[in-house]
Nanobody, 122 residues
Framework: QVELVESGGGLAQAGGSLRLSCVAS????????VAWHRQAPGAQRELVAS???????DYAESVKGRFTISRDDSKNAVYLQMNSLKPEDTGIYYC????????????????WGQGTQVTVSS
């Protein structure tokens, strides 16, 4: 079993910054793609940023130039540095990590964190 624990959410003013962290624990053999998603009130969950195992990084257009995703595989951790925050960044932020818990030929599964609330005031 794999557990993801997120931290770093909270309240920020517009123009401010927050840093989210997500650490995975459990019987992890390897981690592949990692990502941050968010869900605003009344909206569907959307992809914010992702890093593939190759290192390729993608961002949603709405956060490009303001958010930076990074990972530390030695800690099974993924981070999201959020700068120049806007009220529309408000929502619950979820971490997702794709992990393998079995042998090298085994399957990969996606694991989600419980979510951390980010609120940006104008």
């Amino acid at each position: 079993q794999v557990e993801l624990v997120e931290s770093g959410g909270g309240l920020a003013q517009a123009g401010g910054s927050l840093r989210l962290s997500c650490v995975a624990s459990g019987s992890i053999k390897s981690i592949g793609a990692v990502a941050w998603h968010r869900q605003a009130p009344g909206a569907q969950r959307e992809l914010v940023a992702s890093i593939l195992s190759s290192g390729h990084i993608d961002y949603a257009e709405s956060v490009k130039g303001r958010f930076t995703i990074s990972r530390d595989d030695s800690k099974n951790a993924v981070y999201l540095q959020m700068n120049s925050l806007k009220p529309e960044d408000t929502g619950i932020y979820y971490c997702k990590q794709r992990a393998r818990t079995g042998p090298a030929w085994g399957q990969w599964d996606d694991y989600w964190g419980q979510g951390t609330q980010v609120t940006v005031s104008s």
